[in-house]
Nanobody
Framework: VQLQASGGGLVQAGGSLRLSCAASGRTFSTYTMGWFRQAPGQEPEFVAAISRSGAGTSYVDSAKGRFIITRDNAKDTTIYLQMNSLKPEDTAVYYC?????????????????WGQGTQVTVSS
């Protein structure tokens, strides 16, 4: 599966952005999907994941209550990350990823396919 992330940009603190990740292929609904981010000089960090059906989600503590990950397999092969109340510490390159194993995965090693990343910059 090929993944194409988009929607990043520059936003002021307190603002919102919606990231999209378009997936190719007919087997989209068989993949757990996730978002990770990497700030300069830091290790990649799990942000959010959504189960194959969309019924289950998981978030890093810092994103809970601010970010929402969604998918609608009946509509398209895209996942979204709605990011609200953005903070300067959310600044990073955001990557989407797909995992072939069932479950809601936090570990980067569980993901088999990765998109190219989209830059999110939050100014104070």
């Amino acid at each position: 599966v090929q993944l194409q992330a988009s929607g990043g940009g520059l936003v002021q603190a307190g603002g919102s952005l919606r990231l999209s990740c378009a997936a190719s292929g007919r087997t989209f609904s068989t993949y757990t999907m996730g978002w990770f981010r990497q700030a300069p000089g830091q290790e990649p960090e799990f942000v959010a994941a959504i189960s194959r059906s969309g019924a289950g989600t998981s978030y890093v503590d810092s994103a809970k209550g601010r970010f929402i990950i969604t998918r609608d397999n009946a509509k398209d092969t895209t996942i979204y990350l709605q990011m609200n109340s953005l903070k300067p510490e959310d600044t990073a390159v955001y990557y989407c990823a797909a995992a072939g194993s069932p479950g809601i995965w936090v570990a980067k090693s569980r993901y088999d396919y990765w998109g190219q990343g989209t830059q999110v910059t939050v100014s104070s």
